[in-house]
């Protein structure tokens, strides 16, 4: 598979704008993983860090769970890797775990986020909130996985260079 990344069009109305841009970081982040074995993937940054592709990958999904259910519908779903006794659980491998699973796990909650915002307007406040009890409007929360996803994107960079050497935005 081969991932091709889009920018948003420069004159696109604010939606398609911040859901491109959104899309755009979410394909970069595959892209970084693309063509590894589920050793590289799993190859940490550098010692004593627990940073992998595949740690990035699964504690991207946890977000993506948490902003579009938790948060913006209020749907406790539980969490997929973290646990009160384990809070990093996502970088956390057991040799049953496998980029197959993350990746497809990544995805469904990338498509489940895309259903639950598509049903609510950009200034439609959340029904859950925040661990400090907050609410957030769906532009906050759109731009915040845009800035998540970017913050990420740069260790992933790193990540791959260290693992094959491969560079590139």
Known sequence: ???ERHEPATTADERTMLEGWLDY???TLAWKCEGLTDAQLRTASV???ELTLMGLVRHMAEVERWWFHEVLLDED???LYSSEEDPDGDFHFT???TWQEAYTTWQA???NARRNAA???LDDRSKGRSRSGETFNLRWIITHMIEEYARHNGHADLIRERVDGTTGD
Do not use: K, N, Y
């Open 1 to 3: 598979m081969t991932i």
């Open 25 to 27: 970081h979410r394909q």
């Open 47 to 49: 010692e004593p860090s």
């Open 77 to 79: 779903l539980g969490v």
């Open 95 to 97: 040799d049953a775990d």
């Open 109 to 111: 909650e990338v498509d």
């Open 119 to 121: 049903g609510h307007g």
